[in-house]
């Protein structure tokens, strides 16, 4: 089992930051991925990055390439994601995931196994 506890959320003005991280707990060893998702109000829940541990390599949606990093901590089993320069348009509750076998469908959440209970991010204009 991996328990996943999100934290960073908040309230930030259009063109702000925020990093959001994810805590990782349980049989962290044997994660193949680490996804970060959001959803917006009204909307299907959305992939906005993933880590592939096994590749060293980060994968991002098109509309927050530039602007989100992730990044981890290993000694903290810890994965973080960097938001810069803001928009009204990234609000949303934010989730991270972990996948633990292989699969090429990073970007699809349905193949993540664990799910962090989420945090809200709001980017005022």
């Known amino acids: 089992q991996v328990q996943l506890v999100e934290s960073g959320g908040g309230l930030v003005q259009n063109g702000g930051s925020l990093r959001l991280s994810c805590a990782a707990s349980?049989?962290?060893?044997?994660?193949?991925?680490m996804g970060w998702f959001r959803q917006a109000p009204g909307k299907e829940r959305e992939f906005v990055g993933a880590f592939i541990r096994s590749r060293g390599m980060t994968y991002y949606e098109d509309s927050v390439k530039g602007r989100f990093t992730i990044s981890r901590d290993n000694a903290k089993n810890t994965v973080y994601l960097q938001m810069n320069s803001l928009k009204p348009g990234d609000t949303a509750v934010y989730y991270c995931?972990?996948?633990?076998?292989?699969?090429?469908?990073?970007?699809?959440?349905?193949?993540?196994?664990?799910w962090g209970q989420g945090t809200q991010v709001t980017v005022s204009s």
């Open positions: 349980g049989r962290t060893f044997s994660m193949y991925a």
């Open positions: 995931a972990a996948r633990v076998s292989f699969t090429l469908n990073y970007n699809k959440e349905d193949v993540y196994d664990y």
